[in-house]
Protein backbone atom coordinates (compact mmCIF):
# COMPACT_ATOMS: atom_id res chain seq x y z
CA UNK A 1 0.00 0.00 0.00
CA UNK A 2 1.17 3.10 -1.05
CA UNK A 3 1.61 6.04 1.86
CA UNK A 4 0.88 9.45 1.94
CA UNK A 5 2.92 11.61 -0.39
CA UNK A 6 3.46 15.21 -0.36
CA UNK A 7 4.84 17.53 -2.91
CA UNK A 8 7.02 19.42 -2.86
CA UNK A 9 9.73 18.18 -0.53
CA UNK A 10 11.30 21.16 -0.34
CA UNK A 11 10.51 24.81 -1.37
CA UNK A 12 12.17 28.17 -0.66
CA UNK A 13 10.09 31.59 -1.92
CA UNK A 14 10.69 35.22 -1.41
CA UNK A 15 8.20 37.40 1.43
CA UNK A 16 5.19 38.00 -0.62
CA UNK A 17 5.12 35.10 -3.71
CA UNK A 18 2.60 32.51 -3.31
CA UNK A 19 3.10 28.76 -2.43
CA UNK A 20 0.94 25.47 -3.36
CA UNK A 21 1.51 22.79 -1.36
CA UNK A 22 0.23 19.10 -2.02
CA UNK A 23 -0.75 16.09 -0.37
CA UNK A 24 -2.20 12.67 -1.44
CA UNK A 25 -3.44 10.40 1.18
CA UNK A 26 -3.70 6.68 0.84
CA UNK A 27 -6.35 5.36 -0.97
CA UNK A 28 -10.13 5.05 0.48
CA UNK A 29 -8.71 7.01 3.86
CA UNK A 30 -11.86 9.62 3.84
CA UNK A 31 -9.81 11.70 6.90
CA UNK A 32 -7.07 14.07 5.92
CA UNK A 33 -5.37 16.54 8.03
CA UNK A 34 -2.94 19.55 7.93
CA UNK A 35 -0.33 20.19 10.21
CA UNK A 36 2.31 22.70 10.41
CA UNK A 37 5.77 22.43 13.21
CA UNK A 38 8.06 25.05 13.46
CA UNK A 39 11.68 24.90 14.78
CA UNK A 40 11.33 22.86 17.96
CA UNK A 41 7.71 23.71 18.55
CA UNK A 42 4.54 20.80 18.44
CA UNK A 43 3.51 19.64 15.37
CA UNK A 44 0.23 22.18 15.51
CA UNK A 45 -3.10 20.87 13.81
CA UNK A 46 -4.60 23.43 11.17
CA UNK A 47 -7.51 21.44 9.92
CA UNK A 48 -9.38 18.59 8.85
CA UNK A 49 -10.99 17.53 6.15
CA UNK A 50 -13.10 14.59 5.74
CA UNK A 51 -13.86 13.23 2.03
CA UNK A 52 -14.03 17.27 0.12
CA UNK A 53 -16.08 18.92 3.48
CA UNK A 54 -13.63 20.59 6.01
CA UNK A 55 -14.48 19.13 9.29
CA UNK A 56 -12.44 21.32 11.35
CA UNK A 57 -10.39 24.55 10.41
CA UNK A 58 -10.09 26.15 13.65
CA UNK A 59 -6.20 25.87 13.32
CA UNK A 60 -5.73 27.61 10.38
CA UNK A 61 -3.65 30.59 11.51
CA UNK A 62 -5.50 33.09 8.90
CA UNK A 63 -7.36 34.54 5.84
CA UNK A 64 -3.83 34.02 4.04
CA UNK A 65 -4.01 30.25 4.37
CA UNK A 66 -6.32 28.17 2.00
CA UNK A 67 -6.99 25.00 1.40
CA UNK A 68 -8.97 22.53 -0.71
CA UNK A 69 -9.66 18.98 -1.71
CA UNK A 70 -11.93 18.94 -4.44
CA UNK A 71 -13.29 15.21 -5.44
CA UNK A 72 -12.41 14.22 -1.90
CA UNK A 73 -8.96 12.91 -3.29
CA UNK A 74 -5.81 14.68 -3.00
CA UNK A 75 -5.48 18.03 -1.25
CA UNK A 76 -4.19 21.33 -1.60
CA UNK A 77 -2.79 24.36 0.81
CA UNK A 78 -1.85 27.65 -0.93
CA UNK A 79 -0.23 29.95 1.24
CA UNK A 80 -1.15 33.83 -0.14
CA UNK A 81 0.72 36.28 -0.11
CA UNK A 82 3.46 34.17 2.08
CA UNK A 83 5.31 35.52 5.37
CA UNK A 84 8.64 34.83 7.04
CA UNK A 85 6.47 33.38 9.96
CA UNK A 86 5.00 30.59 7.34
CA UNK A 87 8.26 29.10 7.54
CA UNK A 88 8.44 25.29 9.19
CA UNK A 89 7.28 21.66 7.96
CA UNK A 90 4.09 21.28 6.56
CA UNK A 91 2.90 18.08 6.92
CA UNK A 92 -0.47 15.88 5.46
CA UNK A 93 -1.98 12.55 7.15
CA UNK A 94 -4.20 10.96 6.60
CA UNK A 95 -6.46 7.98 8.28
CA UNK A 96 -9.65 5.72 7.55
CA UNK A 97 -13.01 6.08 8.53
CA UNK A 98 -13.26 2.55 10.27
CA UNK A 99 -15.25 3.64 14.34
CA UNK A 100 -15.77 0.00 15.34
CA UNK A 101 -12.12 -0.84 14.61
CA UNK A 102 -13.00 -3.72 13.03
CA UNK A 103 -10.54 -6.19 13.49
CA UNK A 104 -7.56 -6.27 10.71
CA UNK A 105 -8.42 -2.54 10.18
CA UNK A 106 -7.11 0.25 12.07
CA UNK A 107 -9.18 2.25 13.87
CA UNK A 108 -9.91 6.11 12.64
CA UNK A 109 -7.73 7.73 14.81
CA UNK A 110 -4.49 6.41 13.18
CA UNK A 111 -2.77 8.79 11.39
CA UNK A 112 -0.93 8.06 8.81
CA UNK A 113 1.67 10.76 7.80
CA UNK A 114 3.48 12.19 5.03
CA UNK A 115 7.58 13.16 4.65
CA UNK A 116 6.73 16.91 5.23
CA UNK A 117 7.16 19.77 2.93
CA UNK A 118 9.70 21.95 3.92
CA UNK A 119 8.74 25.77 3.30
CA UNK A 120 11.39 28.60 3.70
CA UNK A 121 10.03 32.08 3.45
CA UNK A 122 13.18 34.50 2.93
CA UNK B 1 -7.09 26.11 25.02
CA UNK B 2 -6.31 22.63 24.35
CA UNK B 3 -2.94 21.78 24.80
CA UNK B 4 -0.42 18.74 25.39
CA UNK B 5 3.20 19.86 27.31
CA UNK B 6 5.88 17.08 26.93
CA UNK B 7 9.10 16.51 28.49
CA UNK B 8 11.99 16.70 28.69
CA UNK B 9 12.63 18.49 25.18
CA UNK B 10 16.25 16.52 24.95
CA UNK B 11 17.21 13.07 26.59
CA UNK B 12 20.18 11.48 26.24
CA UNK B 13 20.66 7.79 27.72
CA UNK B 14 23.57 4.99 27.54
CA UNK B 15 23.00 2.07 25.25
CA UNK B 16 20.38 -0.58 26.89
CA UNK B 17 19.53 2.34 30.19
CA UNK B 18 15.41 3.16 30.17
CA UNK B 19 13.87 5.73 28.52
CA UNK B 20 11.19 7.82 30.11
CA UNK B 21 9.01 10.53 28.46
CA UNK B 22 6.13 12.53 29.77
CA UNK B 23 3.30 14.51 28.47
CA UNK B 24 0.18 16.26 30.67
CA UNK B 25 -2.98 17.44 28.53
CA UNK B 26 -5.61 19.81 29.36
CA UNK B 27 -8.62 18.63 27.91
CA UNK B 28 -10.32 16.50 30.16
CA UNK B 29 -12.67 14.61 27.03
CA UNK B 30 -9.57 13.49 25.47
CA UNK B 31 -9.70 9.35 24.85
CA UNK B 32 -7.12 8.78 22.42
CA UNK B 33 -3.19 9.18 23.13
CA UNK B 34 -0.56 8.38 20.57
CA UNK B 35 2.91 8.22 20.41
CA UNK B 36 5.00 9.02 17.26
CA UNK B 37 8.97 8.84 16.44
CA UNK B 38 10.08 10.78 13.48
CA UNK B 39 13.74 9.54 12.83
CA UNK B 40 15.88 12.07 11.45
CA UNK B 41 14.65 12.91 7.80
CA UNK B 42 11.83 10.43 7.89
CA UNK B 43 7.82 10.60 8.35
CA UNK B 44 6.41 10.86 11.73
CA UNK B 45 5.27 7.38 12.37
CA UNK B 46 2.79 5.65 15.14
CA UNK B 47 4.22 3.58 17.59
CA UNK B 48 1.79 2.72 20.11
CA UNK B 49 -0.98 4.11 21.29
CA UNK B 50 -3.42 3.42 24.45
CA UNK B 51 -7.17 4.61 24.96
CA UNK B 52 -8.64 6.16 28.34
CA UNK B 53 -10.21 2.87 29.16
CA UNK B 54 -6.74 1.14 29.71
CA UNK B 55 -4.26 2.15 32.17
CA UNK B 56 -1.64 0.44 30.53
CA UNK B 57 -0.02 -1.28 26.85
CA UNK B 58 3.31 -3.12 25.99
CA UNK B 59 4.97 -3.70 22.67
CA UNK B 60 7.98 -5.39 23.39
CA UNK B 61 10.68 -2.88 24.58
CA UNK B 62 7.99 -0.15 24.29
CA UNK B 63 5.16 1.32 27.25
CA UNK B 64 2.48 3.29 27.62
CA UNK B 65 1.08 4.24 30.79
CA UNK B 66 -2.30 6.75 31.38
CA UNK B 67 -3.66 8.38 34.39
CA UNK B 68 -6.71 10.01 33.35
CA UNK B 69 -7.22 11.86 37.00
CA UNK B 70 -4.35 13.37 36.69
CA UNK B 71 -4.22 14.14 33.15
CA UNK B 72 -1.05 12.47 32.22
CA UNK B 73 0.62 9.97 30.16
CA UNK B 74 4.26 8.67 29.62
CA UNK B 75 6.16 6.52 27.11
CA UNK B 76 9.05 3.82 28.26
CA UNK B 77 11.42 2.48 25.66
CA UNK B 78 13.58 -0.32 27.79
CA UNK B 79 17.06 -1.68 26.84
CA UNK B 80 17.42 1.31 24.29
CA UNK B 81 19.61 0.81 21.34
CA UNK B 82 20.91 3.30 18.95
CA UNK B 83 18.31 2.93 16.31
CA UNK B 84 15.93 4.42 19.10
CA UNK B 85 17.46 7.44 18.64
CA UNK B 86 14.53 9.98 16.97
CA UNK B 87 12.48 12.89 17.61
CA UNK B 88 9.09 11.14 19.84
CA UNK B 89 5.71 13.13 19.87
CA UNK B 90 3.00 12.19 22.40
CA UNK B 91 -0.38 13.33 21.16
CA UNK B 92 -4.05 13.74 22.63
CA UNK B 93 -7.49 13.73 20.46
CA UNK B 94 -9.95 15.52 21.89
CA UNK B 95 -13.85 14.45 21.83
CA UNK B 96 -14.04 15.17 18.18
CA UNK B 97 -11.12 14.36 15.08
CA UNK B 98 -8.63 16.39 16.66
CA UNK B 99 -5.36 15.67 17.62
CA UNK B 100 -2.94 17.84 19.25
CA UNK B 101 0.47 17.10 19.69
CA UNK B 102 3.72 17.65 22.01
CA UNK B 103 6.53 19.52 21.16
CA UNK B 104 8.59 16.29 20.35
CA UNK B 105 11.49 14.78 22.62
CA UNK B 106 14.80 14.34 20.93
CA UNK B 107 16.37 11.24 22.52
CA UNK B 108 19.82 10.38 21.82
CA UNK B 109 21.05 6.57 22.61
CA UNK B 110 24.96 6.19 22.94
CA UNK B 111 26.40 3.54 22.04
Known amino acids: EAGVTQFPSHSVIEKGQTVTLRCDPISGHDNLYWYRRVMGKEIKFLLH????????ESGMPNNRFLAERTGGTYSTLKVQPAELEDSGVYFC????????????????????FGPGTRLLVL | GENVEQHPSTLSVQEGDSAVIKCTYS??????FPWYKQELGKRPQLIID?????GEKKDQRIAVTLNKTAKHFSLHITETQPEDSAVYFC??????????FGAGTRLFVKA
Open chain 1, 49 to 56: FVKESKQD
Open chain 2, 27 to 32: DSASNY
Open chain 2, 50 to 54: IRSNV
Open chain 1, 93 to 112: ASSQDNPSGLAGIPPRETQY
Open chain 2, 91 to 100: AAKTGGFKTI
